[in-house]
DNA sequence: GTTGGCACTCGGTAGAATTGACTGCTAACA
DNA sequence: TGTTAGCAGTCAATTCTACCGAGTGCCAAC
């Protein structure tokens, strides 16, 4: 994919000559591998561009200038900055999956069963598993989908519990506790009436509700504002998160595991996250791109999920910025491109 | 309480005389309060028995002997052992909230709102807050609650879902995916037996289903037997865990991090363990008390919740074995009390 | 532009010495 | 008999030192 040549770069600061982008490369893959800062003759030695350390070494005095790589201290090698590993990514060759992961993830979508929330939970583990990295998945919205049937049930004369079921599986459900007490009849009334109303649309029309001023109309005026109230927040989005338990292990320092572990406690934090960096068009934010300050030592992939061609969810990854990028990318785009075609065709043989 | 005879305890090894008491719960105060195996001087500086070092160094190899304390080494002060531990918990006098988080508590209750998954995640929000402890929350199996709805809805013709919705507010949904095309009016038939058939059954009582070969009867019988096969696992439980990122605060090591992450991640452990200890009538499980090797260095509190006298569901907190056991049990007590009259009676003045 | 050589920096480590918080023991004492 | 002071011994933790070595920057030569 990208040239070789050794020609001036067109583009400014976004390209690297040929050499420097080895170097730079190899500095980022030693890193990954061992966590330690890398010298000069390492990446001599490892890449095969014929140079001596020396060499090397003045090459990277650029890469640092220009931001790419970073010294811990003086006498130490260079690490990777984000910049660094932005490059990298950006210049990395598809990889693929090894042949025992590519099976198991086979195996699990053959073997899969059940509702959507179970499929997606246990997405979430196989991905993690694949990937030894804290996997996230996040379940279509049901804002776009419309409504199949409703039902206002009688828990006690005050106490109702609106159930709605949705073209695509999901239900809901809301209480609905009007002032006064409802007679049994008023509420199978009122469960016919939103049936009637609210068939067919979705969370986001607007319905003609009856002004009436009896029992049964205003039952089907709180059921609908407590149907359609949902619509503003992100709640109801479905988040699954796999192998927090990876967090320990895979970055050092406690108070740094303590910050992660607390920003996947807030689901809706990590759902607004995902839906950022999808939005930016990014499949990778590497460290502070996505300006989330307590991420910052974070990298973070994800994979939309589609259904019809439609946007319907993503998964995700979460690691060290030193993650093992060729292996998580290829672990998620897998896992999307197989839950889209679970979800695709009711039918999956793969 | 305890005598100050010299002679011989009644009981064999279950009590102690009222200055080894004194020394064990000093030490225990001590550790949990330092971290720090504590030494002789320590003991005869705190407590108020007026005894020299050299006497409660006795005193000590006594203790030591007997299994409520253990030395890390031959120049280090002594630690309590889980046994240790377990005599200062049995003898503790009932601690109370600090006005404060009390405070906290009546403000949440006063202001909560939303069903009952919602309450008692949040729940586990606060309790994890209140005690810098990992909560867990269990809710209320609806094994017992009886069914006041069945809904069968049509998503394509080879593909419905039921949804049931019990007594106690739960809304259950499966797929039922008979391996032939249902019409519309035969899911609204099938859908209208079941509630002829299921309403105020529980998912444990027997139901005579019809055995007549048409679409209906089956789609009934698959309904029927899908919805009763939840049963027996423990699934359909609800789990609430919050403040899993304590863990990194609260324990040291990263592999011990490690390892009570992942037990935390598998929610049905957690149910059954919570479940055990309150089988066993115990409030407190300190270490290996639970049977449950990887989380030999935890201490679990539980307290249960009821509705109507019944046991529905329980507060838990896990942390070290050096947790602040007053604080913590306080907390979960007045917290679980709080959720009993929550649910008790709609209506929470307190 | 590339290279070898060299002086320099500085974190990490290994070992020795020291400290100090403990203990257990014993002999004297009330 | 229980309690105490005194004392020798143990051992983890700390501090210090020296030193090693990985790695750099610079420079002169090719």
């Given at each position: 994919m990208a040239r070789r040549t050794t020609k001036a770069p067109p583009s400014p600061s976004n390209d690297l000559d040929a050499r420097k982008a080895t170097i730079l490369q190899a500095v980022v893959v030693e890193h990954i591998d061992t966590a330690q800062p890398v010298g000069s003759s390492a990446v001599a030695a490892s890449a095969d561009l014929q140079v001596s350390p020396a060499t090397v070494r003045s090459e990277m005095v650029a890469l640092e200038r220009e931001g790419y790589l970073a010294q811990p201290h003086t006498s130490a090698g260079r690490v990777p900055t984000d910049k660094g590993y932005r490059f990298f990514v950006d210049h990395l060759k598809a990889g693929v999956l090894g042949a025992a992961q590519q099976q198991q993830v086979r195996e699990f979508f053959a073997g899969v069963r059940g509702e959507v929330e179970d499929v997606l939970e246990q997405t979430s583990t196989l991905l993690s598993e694949l990937t030894s990295y804290t996997s996230v998945v996040v379940g279509p919205s049901h804002a776009h989908t419309t409504i199949l049937s409703v039902q206002l049930v009688n828990l006690d004369p005050r106490h109702h519990l609106l159930v709605a079921v949705f073209s695509d599986g999901s239900v809901v459900k809301h209480s609905v506790t009007p002032t006064f007490e409802a007679t049994h009849v008023e509420v199978t009334e009122a469960s016919r009436q939103l049936n009637a109303l609210l068939i067919?649309?979705?969370?986001?029309s607007r319905v003609q509700v009856p002004s009436r001023h009896d029992h049964v109309a205003a039952l089907v005026r709180e059921s609908v504002s407590v149907l359609h109230a949902e619509q503003p927040t992100l709640d109801g989005e479905q988040v699954f998160i796999g192998g927090s338990s990876k967090v320990a292990q895979v970055f050092d320092g406690v108070e740094t595991v303590r910050r992660v572990l607390s920003i996947l406690e807030q689901e809706l934090l990590v759902v607004s996250l995902v839906q950022d960096i999808l939005d930016q068009g990014l499949s990778v934010a590497i460290g502070s791109e996505h300006g989330f300050e307590p991420l910052s030592a974070c990298a973070v992939i994800v994979a939309p999920v589609t259904v019809d061609g439609l946007p319907a969810g993503a998964v995700g990854l979460l690691g060290p910025t030193r993650m093992k990028y060729r292996e998580a990318l290829a672990a998620a785009e897998v896992v999307s491109a197989h839950l889209t075609r679970h979800f695709g065709g009711e039918d999956d043989r793969g």
């Open positions: 067919g649309t979705t969370l986001e």
